[in-house]
Structures are given as structure tokens and as C-alpha cells.
């Protein structure tokens, strides 16, 4: 059991790398100007909720005033990367576990999306799942935090397509506001190393940039999906 769930984990480690490697194109030409939306305000007591002048999806538009595709500053990126690498392993652990279960609790049908209803509320953070699940948020936050001052771009194509990936799990009753019930619950949380306003701010802003990212890609790809079911459902037209 521990060895495929540990096999499982290496798997979608290996897949989530993948996306951030094979968009590492040197033309960064191609606009995202089309792929931008205007961001839909978070649920609950967060920052962006509380400073609502401050919220809207980091895209294009409003990042040619600092350069930025990520909508982040320099200084912010920089004291992301700091904050992340002084932050020790156990912490990150411990966090991304929080996140998870703010997540869960925060709407009982996560709990059955996520298949873990029939665990009890004390024993999630000791099932392999939940655990395995949180190293993915960890890994994911990771991978950005490496990848925003150099890579923007990369990055963002990467989590659009992570993002396409979860139309998967609309079966199972994934819907448009979890995506913002992710944001409330991943603003709320921070590594403890992030310590000054300028800096939570600047996981803020991060987080916002992910999750809307993950949402444009997922919105994209759920209207994909549709068009496709409605030519499969279509009548054919007469001769």
C-alpha cells in the first residue's frame, strides 16, 4: 500500500514537472491578452476579500507597468523566492497540510470529490491521500516560486494547463466557485517565514496569479469539452 501510493505521488510529481518543462520556449511572443479575465472576488475573510481595490487577475494588461506577465514586481519575486527557501521542509509540510484541510472543511462536498467522506475528521492528516495531495499543492507553489523571475511565461502556460487537467474531475462535482474557495484558503494560509506585510502580500499576489491561471485554463478547457458533447449530441443535418 505505502509503496504504490509513494509510486502514485512520484507519478504526478514527475507530470506536474513536465508541464513547466515543456513550456520553457525561448519565443515568448505569443500574447496572452486574449486568455485574461477579470477575476472573480474571493469568498471569506482573506486579504484580496478585505482590500477588494487590490484584487483582479494579474494578466497582461495591467502588467506592462512593472514588466511582469505574472503581475508581481521584482522585489516581490525576490521576497517570495527568500521567504520559500528560508522556510524548512517541516513547516511546508505542516502548511500545505492546513491549506487542505481549510479546503475540505470548507464545503462538505470536497470531502466526497476528494473521495475522503468515509475518513474520520482527526485521521485525515494520516491518510496517504490527503497527504499525498497536500505535496501536490506543495510541489505546484514550488515550481512557481523557482520559476517567476526568469520564467513567467513558462510558468504561466503551465498552470493553464494544470489547470485544463481538472475538467476531469467535473464528474465527481467539481465547480467554478472551488476555485475561489482555493484562493480564500491558500491566502489564509502562509509560511510562517513570511513574516512582514510586504511580504504576505506578496504570497497574495502569487496566489492570486495561480489560482487564476488554473481557472483560465480550466474555464478554456470546460468549453472545449462542452462544444465537443454538443456536436457528439447534435442531430445530423439533412442532406
Not at 8 to 14: F, G, L, R, T
Not at 54 to 78: C, M, T, W
Amino acid at each position: 500500500m505505502g509503496a504504490s501510493t509513494s509510486s502514485a505521488q512520484n507519478e504526478k510529481k514527475a507530470k506536474v514537472e513536465h508541464l513547466f518543462r515543456q513550456n520553457n520556449r525561448s519565443n515568448r511572443s505569443r500574447s496572452l491578452d486574449a486568455r485574461c479575465e477579470k477575476a472573480v472576488r474571493p469568498i471569506g475573510s482573506s486579504q484580496s476579500a478585505r482590500y477588494p481595490k487590490q484584487r483582479g487577475a494579474p494578466n497582461i494588461n495591467r502588467d506592462h507597468s512593472n514588466g511582469s506577465i505574472s503581475g508581481l514586481s521584482a522585489e516581490q519575486k525576490r521576497a517570495l523566492e527568500v521567504c520559500w527557501v528560508k522556510c524548512p521542509e517541516r513547516q511546508i509540510k505542516r502548511l500545505f497540510e492546513d491549506i487542505f484541510l481549510s479546503i475540505l472543511h470548507s464545503d462538505e462536498d470536497l470531502l466526497k470529490m476528494f473521495r475522503l467522506e468515509n475518513v474520520p475528521r482527526n485521521k485525515l492528516r494520516e491518510n496517504e491521500f490527503f497527504k499525498s495531495q497536500a505535496a501536490n499543492f506543495s510541489l505546484v507553489i514550488n515550481l512557481v516560486v523557482t520559476n517567476l523571475q526568469e520564467n513567467s511565461a513558462q510558468a504561466c502556460q503551465a498552470l493553464q494547463d494544470l489547470g485544463a487537467q481538472h475538467v476531469r474531475y467535473n464528474s465527481r462535482g467539481f465547480q467554478m466557485m472551488y476555485w475561489d474557495v482555493y484562493t480564500d484558503c491558500f491566502e489564509r494560509n502562509y509560511p510562517p517565514t513570511f513574516k512582514t506585510r510586504f511580504e504576505r502580500e506578496a504570497w497574495s499576489a502569487m496566489i492570486l496569479f495561480i489560482l487564476q491561471q488554473m481557472k483560465l485554463g480550466y474555464t478554456g478547457a470546460a468549453k472545449k469539452h462542452s462544444q465537443s458533447d454538443h456536436r457528439f449530441l447534435s442531430p445530423a443535418r439533412p442532406l
